[in-house]
């Protein structure tokens, strides 16, 4: 016997030597939640995540950018009282957002700061896109219609300074529309990183509970992806990059690597994916019970999300496997 694979196994430093896929803190994206509160609240949903208030929120960017994070994408839990039908808080320039953006560039401007857009956080149906209901009590959710709200509610985050603006909302068209509004405002240098392929899924539970923006009617399924499909994401991978994405994101991560891989081999757009608050909360509720560690899990399913293709993994653990990975 001659071939022996075990030869590249046996140390540390050849392991070192020949591994293929290795993190780093830059890889990351970290997501936070802010609130218009003078408190910084842990999120029942979601153990391990905080409501951050904007002064919260400031030091704990500074956190993440010193663990080496290069990025943080925001969530808003916006008050009820602000919420209506036409979702209108989603472009005030005096709102949560575009203040937090602004308290973001100020204390830390070589931080870059990603923003959601879609309207589930500020729209009283709790629907990414804006609802019609017929006589029946069948609801519709408005493609063009939510695309004009969008291209507000980018605008907005583009003028308070955000870097990358993340259309997480799945209507057909916006990546256009967002960039042809951008443009026009001469905003051309805020970049689109699109959701291409979201996928409706239930492993988004524990981040509704945790901006309270669960559907009040309805799923999402006329909008984001059914999790049978492959063929379709590469489609709207295409298409989003015709429309002039930057970059293109697959949502969840972990049960969609497959889609990752494809992905990243139909395209030469950076490739992101965002491993959801059902997946982390698989791992930390497996840890927490003393049945996984956690700590290896949650590194070893980063590395499987960045082996099957993605340049960069927007995750809950961003910080801490930051710090993981300088201890190790
Ligand atoms: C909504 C949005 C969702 C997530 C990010 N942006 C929820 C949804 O589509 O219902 C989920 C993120 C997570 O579960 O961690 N625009």
């Not at 970290?30 to 408190?39: A, I, K, W």
């Not at 695309?147 to 057909?172: F, K, N, R, T, W």
């Not at 950076?270 to 560690?293: C, K, N």
Request: aromatic share 6%; glycine share 8%.
């Amino acid at each position: 016997m001659h071939l022996r694979p075990r030869r590249n196994r046996r140390t540390s430093a050849i392991r070192a030597l020949v591994r293929e896929t290795t993190l780093s803190p830059s890889d990351f994206i970290q997501p936070l939640f802010v609130h218009d509160g003078t408190e910084d609240i842990a999120i029942a949903s979601m153990p391990g995540c905080t409501r951050w208030s904007l002064s919260g929120l400031v030091k704990e960017a500074h956190e993440v950018f010193a663990a080496g994070v290069p990025a943080v994408v925001l969530f808003p839990a916006i008050a009820e009282s602000l919420k209506t039908p036409g979702a209108e808080e989603a472009w005030n320039p005096d709102g949560l957002v575009p203040r937090a953006i602004q308290a973001l560039k100020e204390a830390l401007p070589d931080l870059c700061v990603i923003t959601d857009v879609a309207l589930d956080p500020y729209n009283s149906d709790g629907h990414d896109g804006l609802v019609e209901k017929d006589e029946q009590g069948g609801l519709h959710i408005l493609n063009d219609e939510t695309v004009e709200a969008l291209c507000l509610q980018a605008l907005c985050h583009a003028d308070a300074g955000a870097d990358i603006v993340s259309p997480s909302d799945m209507m057909d068209g916006r990546v256009a529309a967002i960039r042809f509004a951008l443009d026009q405002e001469a905003f051309e240098q805020v970049s689109i990183l699109s959701y291409a392929a979201k996928y409706a899924s239930a492993y988004y539970g524990p981040f509704r509970g945790a901006l309270d923006s669960a559907p009040k009617a309805g799923d999402k399924k006329t909008y984001q992806m059914d999790p049978g499909n492959a063929r379709e994401a590469i489609r709207e991978v295409a298409l989003d990059e015709a429309e002039g994405a930057d970059m293109v994101l697959v949502k969840p991560a972990g049960p969609y690597l497959d889609i990752i891989a494809r992905v990243r081999e139909s395209t030469t757009l950076p490739v992101a994916a965002y491993q959801v608050s059902g997946e982390y909360l698989m791992i930390e509720s497996s840890a927490a019970a003393g049945w996984i560690d956690g700590r290896a899990a949650a590194l070893e399913s980063l590395t499987g999300i960045k082996r099957a293709g993605a340049d960069m993994i927007m995750t809950y653990y961003a910080k801490r496997a930051s710090q993981w990975l300088k201890e190790a």
